[in-house]
């Protein structure tokens, strides 16, 4: 795929996990603008500001954050009219199976358990190319 334009908001609390998903995305080409907000409440925030013109693309979110947890984070994004259709990838480090059904229920694109997805770029970056692009998805 060639290089794509597009805005990412990153929600996660980890310093090292913003470096490795913006290394990934780098290391793969993609041009994004990306923000970066480090828990719940300032995910919220920054949503609850965007309109049709100034989502982002693609909302990355952990499970486990600060002051409101990435469930709440993804309720929000299905919640809002200009939201509802923004494309979300959960990155956790939570295995566990109810968080797993409760994303997926309330309507999650993709969930990627960290331990697996810090063992390589691959499947992360995978992931946000199918997520903002499908038709290039193979």
């Known amino acids: 795929m060639s290089r794509t334009e597009c805005r990412i908001l990153i929600v996660e609390d980890n310093p090292a996990d913003v ?3 913006r290394r990934a995305l780098r290391n793969d080409g993609l041009v994004a603008d990306i923000v970066v907000v480090n828990d719940g409440d300032g995910a919220v925030n920054y949503l609850e500001r965007c309109s049709e ?3 982002p693309d693609l909302v990355v979110i ?3 954050l600060p002051r409101r947890d990435g469930i709440d984070v993804l309720r929000k994004c299905r919640s809002k009219p200009a939201l509802v259709d923004t494309k ?3 990155l956790t480090s939570s295995d566990a199976p109810a968080d797993h059904c409760r994303a997926d229920l309330i309507g999650a694109n993709a969930y990627i358990q960290k331990p697996r997805a810090l063992a390589g770029f691959a499947e992360v970056v995978r992931t946000v190319r199918s997520l903002l692009n499908p038709q290039s998805a193979a």
């Open 19 to 21: 470096t490795f998903l």
């Open 53 to 55: 013109e100034t989502r």
């Open 88 to 90: 979300t990838m959960i």
């Open 62 to 64: 952990d499970v486990n």
